[in-house]
């Protein structure tokens, strides 16, 4: 038989202690990227006269931002499901915001959370172990692109 969920480890999911930072970090940019898409078209100054250091079109590069932050910020928030359906709105304010169990507990729309602080931070480390392997995907996927 296998270990419970909250006895798992970061050596467990093969996870080093700077790839846990680095996850970690990307989460922290969550609240970040979400305010920097943009819907629309954006008003793009343009006065004739020659501009220097934008390579490309803005539209374009804007676009393309666009979308880098939207599969950023979806793939964060399909982790938290991938985790655990029945909480993945408190593991995405935890990861998002770095709140510890204690500041999360009892969220104003969600309520108490359904489980104790072991279980919590186990459903946690799988959280990430999820991200891990969608950013893994995510950047093989990106490495077949044909340019």
């Given at each position: 038989?296998g ?5 798992m480890?970061w050596?467990d ?18 609240e ?13 100054q343009n006065?004739?006269a ?10 374009e590069r804007?676009?393309?931002d ?5 599969r ?9 499901v991938?985790a ?11 990861v ?22 072991s279980?919590f ?22 490495q077949?692109?044909?340019l």
């Amino acid at each position: 038989m296998g270990k419970r969920l909250r006895d798992m480890t970061w050596d467990d999911y093969g996870i080093s202690k700077h790839r846990y930072q680095e996850l970690k970090a990307f989460c922290l940019q969550y609240e970040e990227k979400k305010n920097k898409i943009r819907y629309g078209l954006s008003s793009v100054q343009n006065d004739g006269a020659p501009a220097g250091g934008g390579v490309g079109r803005p539209t374009e590069r804007q676009a393309i931002d666009n979308e880098q932050y939207k599969r950023d910020c979806l793939m964060i928030e399909e982790a938290a499901v991938r985790a655990n359906p029945g909480i993945w709105k408190y593991i995405l304010k935890s990861v998002t915001l770095g709140l510890p169990y204690e500041f999360i507990e009892y969220d104003a729309e969600q309520g108490k959370i359904p489980m104790c602080r072991s279980d919590f931070y186990g459903t946690r480390r799988k959280f990430y172990a999820i991200l891990n392997e969608l950013k893994i995907g995510a950047q093989i996927e990106h490495q077949n692109v044909i340019l």
